[in-house]
């Protein structure tokens, strides 16, 4: 049966780069969460007896009959499709499953990650699904936003982590200084916290936002998150340089692309953010006190990994 199945586990940036795969390849997908068990889950990928019993019976199920492609991203979903590609379905592979990659059909990660294999693509930054139609849909779902006052500038706010050394001092400066911009030109905020975003920064967005005109959402009691609409009607971004994710959803608008806290990140995301800097998609906002225009060509690495992906499995269409 020439089924398709999404296989992560669950972890929001994972299933988001996986679902994007999919969609690009024009293949509906099942999704299966993989419910991971010891000491699979501690050893994953690497292939321990008894692997097939690792992720309970719906995966057991899987490799029962297993589809015509398997997707996986993440440490786990590499174990799946490991196990998927022996019974007979082609497997990608998404993110670098630091094991040789000739156990799937095609390993993707990004660039900064240095894999080099005959089987592996490199794209600059992570998969995800923003595009002008994506765009336009977001626009379409969000049109209050359109009409804030312009410059409208959306503020994406990572977090602290292994590779950004992010203190208070970092976010509150950056706060402030987006607020001062907004206020000086006349336009609007559009802002946004992460899950890594520590609590007290989430405060600070409320409360320094508290009288400029635009949206912020700090958390789940502010209701669903507007960040589609943010991207959508945006007239320039500011993100944090900790998130590969943000960044790369940012760097595929078509408006100008600002990087804060460049300087506290260091190993294999600082590789990509210096790969955005000397492409032109994106400058530095540390010293900024103006966010000027600058032409943008959108960087859209999902449309071409998937034609990548098509040709070399022979995947119609």
Known sequence: MDETFILTDGHAG?????QALAAALGRPARELVLEARAPWAWTAPRRLPGAAHAFGAAFAGALAAPPAL??????QA???TRLLRLRGARAVQILDPRIDSHHWDLVIAPEHDGLRAANSLSPLGSLHPVDDLWLAAARSAYPAF???PSPRTALLLGGPSAHAAF???VFEHLIAQVAALVEREGGSVLATASRRTP???REQLRTRFARVPGVVWAGPEDGANPYAGLL???DRVVCTADS???LSEAAATTVPLYIAGIDALSGRPRRFVDALLASARARRFDAADTLAPYAVTPLRETARIADEVRRRLGLGA
């Open 14 to 18: 994972n299933v988001r780069q996986a």
């Open 70 to 75: 398997a997707i996986g991203c993440g440490r």
């Open 78 to 80: 590499a174990l799946a």
């Open 146 to 148: 359109g009409a804030l």
């Open 167 to 169: 203190d208070a001092g």
């Open 199 to 201: 609590t007290s920064v």
């Open 232 to 234: 959508g009607w945006a």
């Open 244 to 246: 590969v994710n943000l």
